[in-house]
Structures are given as C-alpha cells and as structure tokens.
C-alpha cells in the first residue's frame, strides 16, 4: 500500500490496523452506551460492580496490544511473504473463505480449551484468568483486558496458530484479524441493538459472552470468538433468554436447570 509516497507493507498493517480498528470500534460503542433500552446492565450496575478502575482497563489492554504487535512482527519477519505466492489464486473470494473458515474454526478451538482450562485450574484462575471477570459488567473497550500472561497465551498465540495453519497471507490478515477485532468488542459491548449482524449471524454474542461473566455462569459458555460449538459438544452451553428489565433495557437469564450447577 501506498500513502503520500510512502509504501506501507502489508505485515506493517497487519500489525497495527486491528489495534486502531479496535479502539475506533469501542469509540461507538462509547457514543452508543447511553442507550438504557438496550443496555445488558444498567450504567449504574457497571459503576458499582466492576472491581477494576476504567484506567486500569485502558493501561492493560494497551499493555496487551504492545505484546500482541511485538509478536505479530516477529512471526511476520519468521514467516516472510510466503502467502504472497500466486498472488492472483490467492486473493480469490474462496481461497479467502477458506482460509477465513479455518482460522476461526483454529481460533475457537484454541480459546475454548485454553479459556477453559483457565477456569478449572484453581491457580491459573486465582491468578490469571481471574483479572478479566473483574469486569463482571462487560463494556467494549475492557474486551481485551486480561492478564497479560493470558493475553499472550490466548489471544496472541491463538491468533498466530489461527494465522499460520489457515495458510493466509498478511494482507489476508489484515482483514480476518480486523473482523475477529471487532466480533470481540462485540461480544463484551453490553449491549443488545435491533439489527446487530452479529447477533443475527453468531450465537456467541454479546448476551451469551454476558452470561459467563456472571458468578452463575462462570462453567459455561467458554467458547469464543465466533460459534458455540464447542460448548455443545462438551456439555458447557448454557441456555438462556433474553427479558426487558423494568428500568429499561434487557437481561440475559439462564436457564432454570443450569442456575444452581
């Protein structure tokens, strides 16, 4: 790419290109979260019982952001521009599909075990995995906010296995890695807007992720970014409905049988 004379490769805008989108991204959601009538939560219940203060949020995700961009670089330069070759079969839309499906497919499988493990193990939790249920109200901008330990284990490495064996091209990355980006604000937005494609097109969504963060949700619904697969197979999907709360707004609730597990 090129901009004002300058040539921008395609593994510098892999690199950084997620990282803006993801704070351009929260920024709506930002605009949007006075919007009580779809809220998940009330304002006031996001004040109150978050156990982590809003600058704390920002200074860990963009503590987990350097870490994620120090790796991008290094498997970028490990890599080189192997995904270039044949470049013209290569930008084709079902090679991109493809590759796109395999990713995702990489990535949840990943996340699910990992994320998973995180909760039974007692000390990786207490430690760890502990650090992101500090937001038990999730909003868009803590979707990234993690120890950074896990943020490496999870996120990072999840996404480098995901980038690697889907066989995509950095460019090819810039695009998958910018949607996972924000299917992720998405899913910890706290918000439940009519239309919302993902909504519409993913059962991992903001009201399913919303779920896990509550102390009766905390065994299941393990699986993310993008299908629920996972937590059919193993037993750990947790059904719910969604319900209007008398002040406004709606309320992910679970399923009777699964409340007192």
């Not at 593994?11 to 979260?33: K, R």
């Not at 998405?186 to 991992?204: K, T």
């Amino acid at each position: 790419m090129e901009f004002r004379g300058m040539v921008i490769s395609d593994e510098l805008l892999g690199t950084f290109v997620p990282i803006l989108v993801y704070w351009i991204y929260s920024g709506i959601y930002i605009m949007l979260g006075g919007l009580e009538n779809y809220r998940l939560h009330s304002k006031k219940d996001e004040d109150e019982k978050n156990l982590v203060p809003k600058r704390d949020v920002v200074k860990g995700v963009l503590l987990q952001q350097a870490v994620q961009a120090v790796v991008a670089t290094l498997l970028f330069a490990v890599t080189g521009n192997d995904g270039e070759i044949g470049g013209e079969h290569q930008s084709s839309f079902l090679v991109l599909a493809r590759q796109f499906f395999i990713a995702m497919v990489i990535l949840d499988t990943w996340q699910y075990f990992m994320h998973r493990y995180m909760h039974q193990n007692k000390f990786l939790y207490r430690h760890i995995h502990s650090q992101h249920h500090r937001l038990v109200v999730p909003y868009a901008y803590g979707a990234l906010y993690n120890h950074p330990l896990e943020g490496l284990l999870l996120d990072t490495i999840g996404g480098a296995l995901a980038f690697l064996f889907s066989g995509m091209s950095p460019r090819s990355s810039i695009l998958f890695f910018s949607f996972a980006t924000i299917k992720t604000v998405d899913d910890h937005c706290g918000l439940w807007l009519p239309g919302n494609l993902f909504h519409i097109c993913f059962r991992n969504n903001s009201a399913y992720h919303d779920i896990h963060h509550q102390l009766y949700g905390s065994k299941y619904n393990f699986s993310q970014p993008f299908f629920v697969t996972w937590d059919r197979i193993l037993g750990t999907y947790m059904p719910y409905s969604l319900q209007k709360r008398g002040e406004g707004g709606f309320e992910a609730k679970p399923a009777k049988e699964c409340k007192d597990d």
